[in-house]
């Protein structure tokens, strides 16, 4: 899958498009294929290193708010592959949503209303 990672703070340029391994879902996490992600103002400070650093120094990928497609959940309840979802997984912890396939607690997100597109969602 790709990432869009950083190596070094700065502005927008330090963004680099990477190959990574997908992750693998714990017990209580779901597999979701990213459909669109949200851009929050926190995440442009991170980048920069204006912010206390919640992420540590790079590498690391930003990015919290995401909507995407279910793909695998070992052993939830709440979503099956083939669902709708969105949530902001894991914040303030690294959820490295500038993906296309993240890994995220279910708890964290929520069935995407059908009147919405991902990236209303």
């Keep these: 899958m790709r990432v869009i990672t950083q190596q070094s703070l ?3 340029e330090v963004l680099t498009i990477v190959d990574a391994p997908e ?12 459909k669109a992600i949200g851009l929050n103002p926190i ?12 992420l540590g120094r790079p590498p690391f990928v930003l990015g919290w708010d995401i909507s ?3 793909e695998e959940g070992p052993l939830t ?12 997984p894991m914040f303030p912890r690294a959820a490295s949503a500038y993906a296309e396939v993240v890994s995220a607690p279910a708890l ?9 597109s991902h990236v209303e969602a």
């Design 77 to 88: 309840y709440r979503f099956k592959p083939g669902d709708e979802v969105f949530g902001m």
């Design 108 to 116: 964290h997100l929520a069935r995407k209303p059908a009147s919405l």
């Design 10 to 12: 700065g502005g927008p």
């Design 43 to 54: 995440e442009a400070l991170l980048r920069a290193g204006e912010f206390p650093p919640l």
């Design 68 to 70: 995407g497609v279910v």
């Design 23 to 34: 992750p693998r879902p714990l017990p209580t996490e779901v597999l979701v294929r990213v």
